[in-house]
């Protein structure tokens, strides 16, 4: 089972800017945690993360035939982007969203989550643990079929 690993804009500032909200560990740890994970449950991922919506919709689309889930924080790109919804709807691979903060308890615009309607589950306001939380439900999901 293989899994794609996508992080939206901002979040390679992680341990750097704004701990309150996204906490004091960097994107290398988060991907250090994620490899364990998916080391422990059997499975292989691909971690990436861009700053660029059409990247990340080419990462989509690339998966295709790849890989068998994508476990996506899509960033501010969550309240924004027809695009994301499209491409993840476009390749019908089960998709779980997950969020490191509850963007539902901060700004009213954060409120709206566009690929939330194309995705199995949402994860959010757990921290870097909701990462994992995401990947075993896509594995138990998937595992399921
Ligand atoms: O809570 C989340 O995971 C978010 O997806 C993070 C996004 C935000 O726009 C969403 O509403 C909720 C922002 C990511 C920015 O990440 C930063 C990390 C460190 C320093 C500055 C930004």
């Not at 800017?17 to 945690?33: C, I, K, S």
């Not at 308890?105 to 994992?132: H, M, N, P, W």
């Amino acid at each position: 089972m293989h899994i794609l690993v996508l992080n939206g804009p901002n979040l390679n500032m992680l341990g750097i800017r704004e701990p309150e909200h996204y906490g004091t560990q960097t994107l290398a740890d988060l991907v250090q945690m994620i490899e364990t994970e998916a080391a422990a449950l059997g499975i292989t991922v691909e971690c990436f993360q861009s700053n660029h919506e059409g990247v990340l919709v080419d990462r989509i689309q690339e998966a295709y035939g790849k890989a068998d889930g994508i476990l996506i924080n899509p960033a501010a790109y969550t309240h924004t982007s027809v695009a994301l919804l499209d491409a993840v709807k476009a390749v019908q691979i089960p998709t779980v969203e997950v969020h490191i903060s509850d963007p539902d308890t901060r700004d009213e615009f954060r409120k709206i989550s566009y690929i939330r309607q194309a995705c199995i589950a949402t994860v959010k306001g757990k921290g870097f643990e909701g990462y994992l939380e995401g990947l075993n439900i896509l594995v138990h999901h998937l595992r399921q079929k």
